[in-house]
């Protein structure tokens, strides 16, 4: 559809790749051939427990390179792939990648987990058991060390068969966890029918956290929520010392965000995750100003 409507078009070069459909169909075009190229890669990011003071785990996010138009965040991509049916090969592609990457690291001795972003056509489409498992048993990756991290806005809808696959891959012993948890429309009834075992909190509930109190007493709330449920929380998105601190007053135990390591490719992870300088965590002026 995308080189019919390309055919059509009587605009010069320059001006459709301008323009931002322009762009979205040279996108929608050159990915199912961008995996096959090698464009595209993983990216791994730390999640920090405050308690153990070292790594925990680590989060998988896509990368894709396109070689005229440079690098395509995810957020524009992976809806792309959604809308053709390429998000199941995509998917597979990073399951069986990062489970490899993963066991490599557990094999040298590391204790960590692993996070991979699932989409919900790829729940929908009925092959995400068969394919985590697959991953699995190629990788050697033990279940309890891969956290599928669903996005809280796909639960939207009614209960469906989504909901039996999940229960499926927790009873298999993957971990759960609900993603961009109060982004947009939230509801606190998924917690109750989905088999969450953490919650993601959105970046958007930093905004504020150190000044405002009103904020910081939301972030508690979700704190306690998890706790009563025992549902371990996660931070999103923690840039600065102000916002750590913050969250260590309000008992958040797990943390991620540019200011404890930005996502990094296979090659640096290791370092990454032994190097860990956990007096980032006490505040000190040198973690303060080093980043
Ligand atoms: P997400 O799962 O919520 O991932 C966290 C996003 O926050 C990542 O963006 C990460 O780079 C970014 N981030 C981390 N720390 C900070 C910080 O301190 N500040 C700010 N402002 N941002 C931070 P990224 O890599 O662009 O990914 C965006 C979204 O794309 C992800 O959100 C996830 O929903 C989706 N995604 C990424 N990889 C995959 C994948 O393999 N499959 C699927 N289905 N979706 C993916
Ligand atoms: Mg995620
Ligand atoms: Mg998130
Ligand atoms: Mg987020």
Redo the contacts with the bound molecule.
């Keep these: 559809a995308a080189k019919a409507a390309g055919k059509g078009c009587v605009r010069r070069h320059g001006e459709a790749a301008d323009s931002a459909t322009g762009r979205r169909t040279r996108l929608a075009r050159d990915l199912p051939d961008a995996l096959a190229r090698g464009e595209l890669r ?2 791994y ?1 730390p999640v920090v427990g405050t308690v153990e003071r070292r790594v925990l785990g680590v ?5 894709w390179d396109h070689p005229v138009l440079g690098p395509v ?3 524009e991509f ?1 809806p792309l792939a959604e809308d053709d049916g390429l ?1 199941v090969p ?2 597979r592609w ?1 399951l069986e990648q990062a489970t490899a990457e993963l066991a490599g690291l557990l094999r040298q001795g590391r204790d960590l987990q692993l996070g ?4 919900v056509r ?1 729940l929908q489409s009925g092959s995400l058991v068969p394919d985590v498992a697959a991953a699995l048993a190629r990788s050697g990756l033990p279940p309890r060390r891969l956290m599928l ?1 669903v ?1 809280e806005s796909l639960f939207l809808g009614q209960p469906d068969r989504a909901d039996g696959d999940l229960q499926t891959l927790h009873d298999m012993g993957c971990v759960i966890s609900l ?2 948890f109060g982004r947009g429309y939230s509801t606190f009834a998924h917690l109750t029918r989905l088999p969450v075992d953490v919650l ?1 909190m ?2 958007e509930f930093l905004a504020g956290i150190e000044a405002d109190e009103r904020s910081a007493a939301l972030v508690h709330t979700v704190i306690e929520l998890g706790r009563r449920l025992s549902i371990d929380v996660v931070a ?4 600065t010392p102000g916002e750590l601190a913050a969250l260590q007053v309000l008992g958040c135990r797990y943390l ?4 404890l390591g ?2 990094v490719g296979p090659e640096g992870l290791a370092a990454v995750i032994d190097s860990f300088d956990a007096t980032l965590l006490d505040g000190e002026p040198a973690a303060a100003g080093g980043r």
């Design positions: 993983l990216e990011q989060e998988a996010l896509l990368r965040p995810p957020a992976v998000i995509l998917q990073v991979v972003n699932i989409s790829h991290e996005a993603d961009d993601k959105d970046r999103e998105g923690v840039e991620q965000g540019h200011l930005r996502p």
